[in-house]
Structures are given as structure tokens and as C-alpha cells.
């Protein structure tokens, strides 16, 4: 039994292999059973090398195109490239797209930093710059109290922020992924805060509902994520936006995690004498309680 185009569309390609598998024919049963055996990656490979690995012929591996619903091998190819694109905001869908990557040889490394690299570059090119001189110069400011929250991932860039603006100035809290915490940081949250997100998909609805939370005791928010776009922004008076895409299984952080340093680097400039004044004595305590040189 052959689908239709409208209805293998509303299938996964896999699904619709389940679904006439009774009705192929013994060779045509051996084709499909490699397709769903490595799937989608055999798929995305020259139908002459699929029917070779198949141990089908074109013609066998024609004929089951035409059971699926497709007209030719490019078509399933393209309907293939689709799945994975809707899949690749998990890991799974991540991992197997990088695996059909293996497909095309190159250098793999290169191409790795690459696209991290044209990540940073787009990410500095297109942050606002008044929002982010704004942000800045509320972390400067040591009469704002800034909290930071970061998701399962990004709390390492949450503590990272933390780590940096302790040193330059003080008042400032890392407010822990324990999220049944929250209240207790949250209850003097008010228009002198400061409050420091990130938040990438899948997005996160605690992160959400603290930063809408935190604007409506007027406190600053800014948001650093992966997508204008993203929930949290909707409560964002600033958000600073870094790409996390990868040519790898898992995203990367290292737009935002430039963007972060930026944040650092401006805010030591704009906090003058008291941050030159604060690492001194900072050094004089490392010194006494440590026995630093």
C-alpha cells in the first residue's frame, strides 16, 4: 500500500516504514529494514551507496520510495534533513544529526571552531549597545544590589559573572538552580536590583517566572540567551543575545560566555578608583590569610 504525499507528510519517515512494512515485498522488506536500522543517516547517503549497503538493487529501492510517498531519493533526503531540523533543540536530535555529519568528509575540527567562532562574531556584531552599556553600568554601580540565576547549563556562566563582579565590587549573589530557594533572595527585590539571567532552550519556566517576578518590583533585568526571541525577554530590559548552535552533538556556550566576559571587562572600567582601591586591598587579605607572596 502506497501513502500519498499528504499523508506520509504527517508521519515521521520511520513511522510510515512501520506502517507498510507488511505490504513490501521480501527485497523491498530487506531496503527498508537498513533504512530503519540506521536511521535517518543511511537515508542521507547516495541512493547508489544506500542500495549497495541495502544489498538492493535502484530499482528495489525505487519502489520502496514509491510505497513511502516520495518521488525520488532526493525528496526522502530532503524530508530526512527536515526531521533533524526539528529535532535539533534536544541532544537526541543533536547527536543524530551529528552522526549523518559523518557523511561528508572534511576537516572536522576546523569546521568545529568555526562555527563557534562565527557564533562570537555575530554576537558582538549584533548586541544593542546602548542596552548593553546600560547593563553595564548597573554592574558597576556597588549601590545596586545583582542577583544572577543561569539554567541547568548556564549556571556555570551565572557563577562565572559572580566570581568577576566580587572581586570588583560587592553585593552581589549567585542565586543557586535550586529554585525552591528563590523566595528567600527574592523578598528585597526592588527598583535598586539588579537581576542578571540566563536562559536558553529549552527554556526554562522558573528563570521565566523570576525574571517576570523581578520586573514587577521594578527591578533591571537583563537577559543573556540564546534567542531574541526567547520568553524571558517579554520581562528583559536588556537582552544580550549569543548564538548557541554548534557543529557538534551538544550547543555551545562560548557567545554568551564572550558576551559575559565583555560585561566583566566594561564594568571594571566604568567602576574607577573603588575597583583599584578594592584589588589592593584584596591583595593585602590573600597575602595575610593565604601567605601569598
Known sequence: MALNGAAASSRTVAQTLSEIMSDLTPRERRAAEHLAAHYPVAGLAPMARFARSAGASSQTVLRLLAKLGFKSWRGLQERLRAELAAERASPLGRWTAHAAADLVDGDRLAAFGAKLAENVVAAFRDLDRAEFEATARRLADPKRHVLVVGGRFSQALARLLVRHLEIIRGGVEEIGSLSATWPDRLIDVGRRTVIVAYDVRRYQRDVIRLCAF????????????????????????????????????????????????????????????????????????????????
Open 214 to 293: 523581578a520586573a514587577e518590583r521594578g527591578a533591571w533585568v537583563v537577559l543573556l540567551t540564546d534567542s531574541a526571541d526567547a520568553p524571558a525577554a517579554a520581562h528583559a530590559n536588556a537582552t544580550l543575545v549569543g548564538a548557541t548552535e554548534s557543529a557538534g552533538t551538544w550547543d555551545s556556550f562560548a557567545s554568551l560566555l564572550a558576551v559575559t566576559e565583555a560585561l566583566v571587562a566594561r564594568a571594571t572600567e566604568l567602576s574607577g578608583p573603588e575597583t583599584v582601591e578594592r584589588l589592593g586591598q584584596l591583595e593585602q587579605i590573600r597575602a595575610r590569610v593565604l601567605g601569598a607572596e
